[in-house]
């Protein structure tokens, strides 16, 4: 059978049977559609290509046999000689209607006037009296008065130009430009009067130098040192400034006005243990002003200590003293309450609140599935960074599943943090600490996600390098610290001579790690330690020291990248 030329064809034969079978079909019994006689025609299909129009069109001009009739052109003579158009209201007020508009001014502003019996016409426009532009030629000229204004002035004061250019006076009369902003400089400048207290805890007391500086509103007043002849002790051959324990000294910084006070910098020289500071506040006071800021800080300034910080920027207090209201959310899984002593320290931008005993003598605290809430009064922390935890593990059931914590700094309601926790703070579950630090935020539903951080730790090969002790380690980052994170695995025999531990710790996310505390608890037989490196995914620290059996060893070490 031929193919069919195109697709309407073989449309049509599938819609339309023959009239006689196929020659495929001739050896069977002929039966319908095949039958004879002329084959019944089916109803045609939507799908179906239309047919070609043969009747004729509903509008005739859709036909394409329709030919356009010419209508005959209509000529009109129009002239303009003797015409005399009326004007009306109408036309007056058209769109695109001409305008008189000398007279149109003047019968708006009221011109001409008849003054002294003379007829006064409309003044003629002067930018410099137009009330528009007075703001722009204030701008635009405004700089070149003052400076002229400037100029004037050292004229008077600077000597006649026969006397030469000596003594800071140029050929032209005028003051030299190091002279004139020595002048300016001087009459600008203030006293500030910083009062630094250390606190009274044991050994917080230091000689090593101390620095300062101040960041305002207006500019920055550059790092300063911290001292004066009084209060200098002998150190070795070198005299340095004794900042003694529990003591107040008050410092003299003459500089550039700064304004209104934003952030302070201190800064300290301390290496070794004996030389770490505890700084407790700073005051700053602007004599010429008489305005003062007070930074609460409460915290070391070591390499041994806490967080191994010894740079601080510090923001000035919004009050000295405010009142805090802490509402704690026990989880409810089974055994989540604890009758055990809880205590918190809130951490900010503006110090620290110090150790806090949550405790309520109305009503039993921290059951299971419950709310409690607790209000202390302390210095200002500001903006709060951080929020420690932890309870004494004492009582029955000392296990505590903590749900979350909720601070609000009653003066500021503007500072409300939401610490979620959602972990146990207990020996026998989860990972068994009972002090952890938590992440805070002022959005309730902005939970900080945990990063895990694999740690690996290379005891050295050397004769009794290896430890029983319980070792632990501290990650410090762009973004906080990880807390004491002991490094443990079940079922293993860790720290062993001349092997490689490997460990996996999940902590917020702390950025770019920047150093790592790590040491043991002294326990166990033959405590002492030989650890060689410590390394990381994105860090290494590399050692070669011993952490010796002491009561309690710790090591620092410094990121090598």
């Not at 000229?141 to 050292?154: A, K």
């Not at 068994?432 to 992440?439: F, S, W, Y």
């Amino acid at each position: 059978m031929q193919q069919p030329n195109n697709n309407s064809e073989a449309v049509k034969r599938c819609m339309v049977g023959s009239d006689a079978p196929l020659s495929s079909h001739i050896r069977f019994k002929p039966h319908p559609p095949f039958a004879t006689g002329k084959a019944k025609q089916r109803p045609r299909p939507y799908s179906a290509p239309q047919r070609r129009q043969t009747s004729s069109y509903t509008v005739p001009w859709h036909s394409p046999a329709y030919v356009e009739p010419k209508n005959p052109t209509r000529f009109y003579n129009v002239s303009l000689i003797n015409h005399r158009p009326i004007e009306s209201d109408v036309s007056r007020h058209a769109p695109y209607a001409a305008r008189k508009m000398e007279a149109f001014v003047n019968s708006t502003l009221g011109y001409p006037r008849v003054e002294n019996g003379n007829s006064v016409p409309i003044p003629s426009y002067d930018p410099l009296n137009d009330p528009h532009l007075v703001e722009y030629f204030e701008r635009r000229f405004g700089s070149i008065q003052i400076e002229t204004l400037r100029r004037e002035r050292l004229q008077r004061l600077s000597r006649p130009s026969s006397a030469g250019s000596s003594s800071g006076y140029s050929h032209n009369g005028l003051l030299s430009k190091r002279r004139r902003l020595a002048m300016e400089g001087k009459n600008s400048s203030v006293l500030y009067k910083v009062a630094v207290t250390t606190g009274d805890l044991k050994n917080s007391g230091t000689d090593a130098k101390v620095f300062i500086k101040l960041k305002g509103a207006r500019g920055k007043l550059p790092k300063t040192r911290l001292t004066k002849k009084a209060g200098s002790v002998k150190s070795g051959k070198k005299v340095a400034f004794r900042f003694a324990k529990g003591s107040t000294h008050v410092f003299k910084i003459l500089g550039p006005n700064i304004g209104n006070l934003k952030s302070m910098v201190i800064e300290t020289s301390a290496l070794t243990k004996e030389e770490a500071w505890f700084l407790q506040e700073v005051e700053v006071i602007n004599t010429k002003t008489g305005k003062s800021w007070h930074f609460f800080v409460n915290q070391w300034f070591s390499l041994y200590h806490n967080d191994c910080q010894t740079m601080r920027e510090l923001w000035p207090a919004q009050a000295s003293k405010t009142e805090y209201e802490v509402v704690t959310v026990t989880g409810e899984r089974l055994g989540a309450g604890t009758n055990a002593k809880v205590f918190m320290t809130l951490f900010g931008k503006s110090g620290s609140s110090g150790k806090v005993h949550l405790t309520n003598t109305t009503k039993s605290m921290f059951e299971a599935g419950s709310s409690d809430t607790f209000r202390f009064k302390s210095n200002c922390v500001g903006p709060m960074t951080k929020l420690r935890i932890e309870h004494d593990n004492t009582g029955v059931g000392a296990g505590w599943y903590l749900e979350r914590v909720v601070v609000t700094d009653l003066k500021n309601p503007q500072w409300k943090y939401f610490f979620p926790c959602g972990q146990w703070l207990a020996k026998d579950e989860g990972d068994g600490e009972i002090c952890r630090d938590l992440i805070g935020n002022r959005d309730p539903l902005a939970i900080r996600k945990l990063t895990k951080y694999k740690v690996t730790v290379f005891t050295g090969n050397k004769s009794g390098a290896g430890t029983d002790a319980n070792v632990s380690i501290t990650m410090f980052g762009e973004f906080g610290e990880s807390g004491d994170k002991k490094l443990t695995k079940s079922g293993t025999n860790c720290f062993e001579r001349n092997k490689k531990d490997e460990f996996l710790l999940q902590v917020p996310k702390l950025g770019r790690l920047e150093r790592v505390r790590i040491g043991h608890d002294n326990s166990g037989f033959g405590p002492g330690w030989y650890l060689d490196k410590v390394s990381h995914k994105t860090c290494f620290w590399a050692v070669s020291h011993s952490v010796m059996a002491v009561l309690s060893g710790v090591l620092y070490l410094l990121s090598i990248l």
